[in-house]
Structure formats: C-alpha cells, structure tokens
C-alpha cells in the first residue's frame, strides 16, 4: 500500500506536465520501411512512429492458459458489443472481442437478456465476457455459471463504468473507493474461476482528479487473484473527453510487477497502438469506440504491432458500405426475437 501512496503522488505530479511531457514521450524505433506505404492514411503527430521492431512488441497472456499472439483487443461497449460486431472485430485482425456487459445479479435471476448477452457466434475462438457485480457470493455465482454453462475462456469485471448514476450508488468507477468490498469481489471471482479462467479487472484512474484510486485497486486487485488489468486512462468525470492520461498506464504498469496491464484510451489509429506500448510498456492494447464504424482498425494496429506496415490503404466508400450492410444483416439475425 505504501508503494501504491507514493505512485498516486506521482502520479497527481504527473498530470499537471502532461502537456509538456507527451512530446518528449515518442520513441522512434528503426524499421527498414521509413514511412508508411502509398495511400496508408497517417495524422501528422504519428508520421515518423514505425512500426514494431523483432521482439519489440510481445505476445499478452493472461494466466495460465490463454495467450494471445498480437495483444490487441476489442473493448466491451453497451449495447454494441454483439456477437455480430465480436466476429468481425476478430476477423479483422483482433486477439480478443470482450462481450458487452452482463449483470451477475440478473444472470442468476434468470433474466432473458441477460442470457442471451452471455452468448458466443460459433466462429468465435475466445469466449470473452465482460461481468458486473456489487455482491461477492452473486459474482461467485455468476463465474462459476458462465465457465461451467457457457464455457467461457475469460472474465473481465467491470469496475470502470463512469455513469453517473451508477458511481452515484457507489458502484462502477466508484466501487475502488471501498477497497475491502473491492478485494471481496476480485477474491470471489478469481477463486470462482479457478485456475484455468484468467480473470481480469477493468478501471478509471479514479472519479475525478481529487479522488484518483487506480493504483491502489491496481495493487489490491493483483493481491486477490487478477491475471490481468485493464485501465481506461481517463477519470469517471471525464466520460470519453481528451485527453486520455497514458501516464497513469506506465505507472499502473510499475505498481504491479510481473501482472499484465493492458491500456485503453485514445488509440485512434494504428500507430498510437504502438506508441501506448512504447511510452508506457504496458502488455496489450484494448481499443474500443475508435473502431466503430471502423473494423480495419485492428488489421491496421494488428499489422504494426507486428512489425509491419498495413499492406493496404483504408476501404473505400463502396467497401465501408458493404461492411456496413454485413453487419446490420448479421445483427440481425443474431437478435432475431430481442429486436
């Protein structure tokens, strides 16, 4: 605990330099490409970032038994996430899909919804859920559940939802503020899971800036069994507004020695996969609202991660329709009677 009060200092110290820091941040690696292929699309700020060199970038795992080559993932998104969008995402050149989230509580109930959330597409090599509880024994109940029923292969819990009313009952984002009920449900989960199921903890870097908490649930939550964590380098107050706070990811990453961390937030294009590994030495990417509407995304980072350049410019418009058209086709008849 003492090492985590003295990285929220620095934390807290960090943030009021970030400006001034990023720029200093950008590490050029050598490539035998020195700038991106004819047509590829690049913003000004990434034009000189290459791609990964040999050995640079390292394949993610999460516990005992899965390992993803290229660590990239697709975020959970509320009502986005379908099994539709997963499958595509993967195709594209993703690692992993994370489902949208499901409620232990309504799972155990028996609720419909929530059932048919806690479902995969066939295709689907991972089965990767994404789970909320307030209750230690409804979690337990819930993991146990979907690894024995469903066959899940990962469990992500959900402690960074920044909805208002939601951190406002003292869940979500909010929920790290209690840290016993915290290492409560991170013990239930990782225990329920057992040792063939990595279970991983996604947070905010706090509610705000005068209640910033990451690190301290970071180093709580690997002392209670997490295979992994997952920050969203923003606060809950900041909703998805800029900027995301990669710094906070380098320091989570040295809070918690020899535990993966996987960073999120503002990775909007391929090379800012590369350079959030770069500047912060997390383990993996996670990517989520700058996808949407754009699934070549993770074949792009997919690419640089390792080590190439993307081998083709951005679709065209009749491209972009078409894959359009196959996504709401497949959503479709995915939800059939839940539409």
């Known amino acids: 605990m003492a090492a985590a009060t003295r990285l929220i200092g620095q934390h807290q110290a960090a943030c009021t330099k970030q400006q001034q820091q990023q720029p200093q941040q950008q590490l050029l690696l050598p490539c035998h490409h020195k700038q991106p292929p004819a047509g590829y699309l690049v913003s000004q700020q990434n034009t000189h970032v290459a791609p990964a060199a040999a050995g640079e970038v390292q394949p993610l795992r999460l516990g005992r038994t899965l390992e993803l080559q290229v660590p990239l993932i697709a975020a959970p998104m509320a009502g986005i996430t379908a099994a539709p969008l997963r499958l595509m995402y993967t195709q594209a050149g993703a690692s992993m899909a994370v489902s949208e989230m499901v409620i232990a509580a309504t799972l155990q109930a028996g609720n ?136 906070a990811v380098q320091q989570l990453v040295q809070a918690v020695p020899g535990l993966p961390v996987i960073g999120n937030g503002d990775v909007f294009e391929a090379a800012d996969a590369v350079q959030l590994m770069r500047q912060t030495g997390c383990h993996g990417v996670m990517i989520g609202r700058a996808a949407l509407g754009r699934p070549w995304l993770f074949e792009e980072a997919a690419a640089m991660l390792a080590g190439q350049w993307p081998d083709r410019p951005p679709p065209n418009l009749g491209h972009v329709l078409r894959l359009a058209l196959q996504h709401v086709t497949a959503w479709a008849d995915w939800e059939q009677d839940e539409l």
């Open 112 to 247: 419909a919804a929530s059932r048919h959330l806690a479902s995969w597409h066939p295709q689907e090599g991972i089965r990767s859920v994404q789970l909320y509880g307030v209750r230690p024994q409804t979690l337990d109940w819930a993991v146990k559940h979907l690894v024995q029923e469903y066959g899940v292969h990962h469990i992500d819990l959900n402690f960074g939802c920044p909805v208002r009313k939601v951190t406002a009952k003292g869940g979500g984002s909010a929920l790290p503020l209690r840290p016993r009920l915290f290492r409560r449900l991170v013990a239930a989960a990782a225990a329920a899971a057992g040792p063939e199921v990595p279970v991983t903890v996604k947070l905010r870097m706090g509610l705000g800036p005068e209640l910033i908490t990451f690190l301290q649930a970071g180093v709580v939550a690997a002392d209670a069994g997490a295979a992994g964590l997952v920050l969203h380098a923003r606060t809950a107050d900041q909703q998805y507004s800029p900027p995301a706070h990669w710094e």
